[in-house]
């Protein structure tokens, strides 16, 4: 029997696996026809099992008992790996959680190939986390024991970008300078490659890597920015309790606008603080929605409001986000301006690091033929705006925005393993 390898491309908010089968390389449909999985878990209430991807985000706006889990991979190389999580009264470790995701994608794999799949290379990003050397290492040997957990014997590792790379160079005639721009959910990641359909067989491919950089922002960081600016202060954020004015905690609002970090709000104490504050606050009607979501438990409902605005603002110059959730004939309209203003920050990190990627590299930006744009958060305006500006003579190549790093990955696992084992 012939070796069948895959590439996984575990997102924080995306998954896509891609096999090599008798030299033919293809995705896999890991939801239904779909070749993308959201990385979202949902455990019902009544038997604590795993329901995943689109079937998990429809159960909980549907508002199914139940715990809701997004982001999971924002906690590898974190102390929550150890530290776990409650999920419906049972207490659970994330290492389980993610092995039962990312089960669940491989034994879609295993059958496409008809067979037990045993070699793959996981993508990975450039930084699992900023400026931790050994939280990077530690996150990279926690996928590795998932992996193995799972079923793989032979298990290797490549960056994002250089994937995502690969995937591209398929259908390019000359050598090409380029820079891969991979913006997903929790990391952005940059590589200065030279690209050529003649080098997609090379077993190495180490001198055409001329740099890697990255940086720890990504689209759940402009949902957060763009909650807290313009949805958290109609919640009460920013205001004020008291007789000495004070202003109400912040810290919950923070959490609320992140993906990660919402399931841990829901603590009695952090409830009975709320109404505590509540009888002193200087804007109760505002407030009194916080206390509405912690109460029923909302928080991810609020977040996609702001993930469908911020995809919404893509296309038009505002929107009008629903929170009938939270209070009948809630809405909050939200122009395109505000929340380029509320992300500028971290469009600006992103561009920092794809300017040192170029440094690093020894190359200027006009030496770039070709502007790889890959991730769902390269759709974003500002973003879009900022690489052209960057790279005015480069031509931009942004299809497969959701799978080219998953396609890339399984070139990638040919190369490495091959037909008879690997190498």
């Known amino acids: 029997m012939t070796t ?21 390389i293809s995705l896999v449909p890991v939801e239904q026809s779909h070749v993308t999985i959201p990385s979202a878990i949902f455990f019902q209430r009544t038997d604590n099992k795993g329901v995943y991807g689109r079937m998990a985000v429809n159960l909980f706006l549907d508002r199914e008992q139940g715990r809701f889990m997004r982001s999971l991979k924002r906690v590898l190389g974190t102390s929550l790996m150890k530290q776990g999580t409650v999920v419906n009264g049972v207490s659970m470790n994330f290492s389980a959680i993610i092995t039962s995701f990312l089960e669940h994608v491989k034994n879609k794999a295993d059958l496409t190939a008809g067979q037990e799949i045993e070699h793959v290379i996981m993508g990975r990003p450039v930084h699992f986390v900023d400026n931790d050397p050994e939280a990077d290492i530690r996150a990279q040997a926690e996928l590795s024991v998932i992996a193995k957990r799972i079923g793989f014997k032979h298990i290797d590792f490549q960056f994002e970008p250089i994937a995502a790379a690969f995937a591209h160079e398929v ?22 490659i030279k690209l050529s359909n003649k080098y997609i067989h090379k077993p190495d491919r180490t001198s055409d890597i001329l740099a890697n950089t990255g940086v ?11 909650s807290l600016s313009a949805i958290m202060p109609e919640l009460g954020y920013r205001s004020t309790y008291g007789d000495k004015n004070l202003e109400v905690p912040i810290k919950q609002y ?24 509540l009888h002193q606050s200087h804007d109760k009607k505002r407030y009194s ?10 928080g991810h409902t609020l977040l996609s409001a702001a993930e469908e605005t911020k995809i919404a603002l893509t296309d038009h110059q505002q929107h009008k986000a629903l929170f009938d959730f939270i209070e009948e004939d809630f809405s909050i309209t939200i122009k395109r301006d505000l929340f380029e203003k509320s992300i ?8 920092a690091s794809a300017r040192q990627c170029l440094q690093d590299a020894g190359v200027k930006k006009e030496d770039i033929d070709l502007v790889i744009l890959t991730g769902g958060s390269t759709e974003v305006h500002s973003i879009q705006t900022e690489f052209k500006r960057l790279f005015p003579n480069a031509a931009i190549a942004d299809e497969n925005k959701l799978s080219s790093v998953g396609l890339g990955l399984a070139y990638e696992s040919r190369n490495k393993f091959g037909n008879n084992g690997f190498h």
């Open 4 to 24: 069948v390898s895959c590439g996984i491309d575990f997102g924080t908010s995306n998954t896509s696996v891609a096999i090599d089968k008798d030299g033919e």
């Open 171 to 192: 259908r390019l005639s000359g050598e090409k300078l380029a820079i891969v721009v991979d913006l997903g959910g929790g990391t952005s990641d940059f590589t200065v």
């Open 216 to 226: 720890r922002v990504g689209g759940n960081d402009f949902d957060k920015e763009l």
């Open 254 to 277: 923070q959490d609320l606008a992140e993906w990660s970090k919402v399931n841990f709000l829901y603590t009695t104490k952090l409830i009975m603080q709320t109404r505590q504050i």
């Open 289 to 298: 929605r916080l206390l509405n979501v912690l109460e029923h438990e909302t």
């Open 344 to 351: 500028h920050g971290e469009v600006e990190k992103i561009a």
